[in-house]
């Protein structure tokens, strides 16, 4: 019967005039939080995806037929979602789920919805363990980068200026997670590299003695947290002189959101001034944002929208993110292989077939070109900023990453120098030529004499002890070198989600 309906529907669109409007009723639930703490709460993403739906409306579009009906739905706990999905499915399945963001969220809708056909379109689930889809998260569209997308900007940087060891330093909420998920996707992409990790509660006590220790040993570190913290961290390494050419410091800051830590030196107090020649060493990794004139009207018309009774409460809601624009864009995304599936035969019904065409193009979004890879995840283009004026303690943008193939364009702004580490593994200065009246072969002499002497009686001594007890002790710090490198893998995604 499924290919009978659509041999029917395929002949139909055959017999049609040329032109003919395709028309289509389409069910869409969309799971967003109400809490205006979250950067994509229903107060801010809302007016975006209604205005996705007013422009696939608009008279002579090829798109005009389609009539979405949304359905907005809180997914502001754990399990809210997919009982909503579950209870709304009982009358009527959805044909499309925008949503949700959160991860553990993200996992049980995407599961079912998967079993029951129905396409998910999301601007978050971007933990690295949503990029499997050959099971349980098959119907999943990424319409933001991934955290493993942002992670590839990292490795093209390690392999151009040779970098290779990172330490990873994240603020954990044990809730949400976001940094926990954002640096799990660098963990996973550059084990190829040495990387080390760091973390600690979100509002507990930052020991920045035991960090500056770890950062003693590294080249990189990458930090995801507040931007509080972010400050903390660099005004102790400035203190310590580790903001120096040896070391390299980033922040991610993916969501253009405050809360995320967005490089601000700034507070008006005391310590400003150290700041400011801190930040000198910190560099943001932040999404590419270009600008084109119809992004210009969409930003004025999200500010319009929040410039209603009851929203005066709700902070930055009139900014554009990423999660405002990949939910608009999501709803475009639908409609066009919608529209290709239906002229070919299939029905809305027909789930697989509509994700198998959103898969693998490119199309024109919001801000700008969007590129969706063959696993169904947006390549992300991202912007590296550096402070390019050390006594204004200005940022700009010195060069962008552009995922799709996996390129670099540097900007004027771009310093070489800035990026390239210096000091560490230059050999150590040679011995003075004089040494106490000794000449230098003299001195050697002495020197070589008194440790071949010293390394003769230690092995003696060390050579009549038990050999095994070397053996026990170096396996034991061998596995706690291992146990910390594993340490985002033992707290895998998977497992968090089933227990989710």
């Given amino acids: 019967m499924p290919h009978c309906s659509a041999l029917c529907v395929y002949l139909l669109t055959l017999l049609s005039p040329v032109g003919t409007l395709l028309t289509e009723d389409v069910e869409v639930l969309v799971f967003l939080p109400q809490n205006n703490s979250y950067p994509f709460s229903h107060t801010r993403v809302a007016p975006a995806i209604l205005y996705a739906q007013q422009r ?13 009906n949304l359905d907005f739905q809180d997914s502001g706990g754990v399990n809210d979602a997919v009982f909503a999905l579950v209870e709304r499915s009982c009358a009527r399945k959805p044909d499309l ?18 079993r029951w056909d129905i396409p998910v379109i999301s601007a978050g689930a971007l933990a690295a363990a949503f990029g499997d889809k050959q099971g349980e998260y098959s119907h999943l569209t990424r319409i933001a980068p991934s955290h493993v997308k942002m992670a590839e900007t ?4 390690f392999e151009h200026f040779k970098w290779r060891s990172a330490l990873l330093v994240f603020e954990d909420d044990k809730r949400e997670r976001n940094c926990y998920f954002t640096l799990e996707g660098v963990y996973h992409l550059m084990a190829d590299f040495s990387i080390k990790t760091y973390s600690f509660q979100q509002g507990g006590r930052l020991d920045t003695d035991e960090l500056l220790q770890e950062i003693v040993d590294t080249e990189v ?14 005004l102790a390494a400035h203190r310590r002189r580790l903001t120096n050419p040896n070391y390299m410091f980033f922040n991610v800051e993916l969501f253009n959101a405050s809360f995320y830590g967005n490089g601000s030196w700034k507070r008006g107090d005391e310590y400003d001034n150290d700041a400011r020649q801190a930040y000198a060493s910190l560099n943001t990794l932040t999404l590419l944002r270009t600008v084109k004139p119809e992004f210009e009207n969409f930003s004025m018309e999200m500010k319009k929208s929040i410039e209603k009774p009851g929203y005066h409460d709700c902070k930055d809601c009139g900014s554009v993110n990423m999660f405002v624009e990949g939910f608009h864009d999501a709803m475009l995304l639908y409609a066009i292989a919608l529209h290709e599936a239906m002229k070919n035969g299939f029905s809305k019904k027909n789930g697989t077939e509509i994700i198998s065409r959103m898969w693998n193009r490119t199309f024109e979004g919001i801000a700008g070109q969007v590129s969706m890879d063959a696993n169904g995840d947006r390549n992300g283009d991202f912007s590296l900023m550096a402070m390019t004026n050390v006594e204004a303690g200005t940022y700009e943008v010195v060069a962008n990453y552009f995922g799709a193939n996996g390129t670099f364009q540097l900007l004027p702004a771009f310093n070489k120098d800035h990026f390239t580490l210096r000091g560490r593994h230059l050999p150590h200065p040679e011995l003075a030529e004089k040494s106490c009246g000794l000449g230098v072969s003299a001195l050697t002499g002495v020197i070589v004499g008194a440790v071949l002497g010293t390394a003769l009686l230690i092995a003696f001594f060390f050579f009549r002890k038990n050999y095994k007890i070397t053996i026990v002790r170096r396996t034991h710090s061998e596995e706690c070198d291992n146990g910390k490198h594993r340490q985002l893998r033992e707290d895998s995604i998977r497992s968090n989600f089933s227990a989710a």
């Fill in 154 to 157: 990292f490795t093209a940087m």
């Fill in 97 to 114: 789920i925008l949503g949700p963001v959160c991860e553990y969220e993200a996992a049980a809708v995407v599961r079912l919805a998967s």
């Fill in 221 to 234: 570190v990458i930090m995801c947290m507040g931007a509080d913290r972010i400050r903390e961290i660099m």
């Fill in 56 to 68: 696939l409306r608009a008279a002579g579009g090829q798109y005009a037929g389609f009539r979405f």
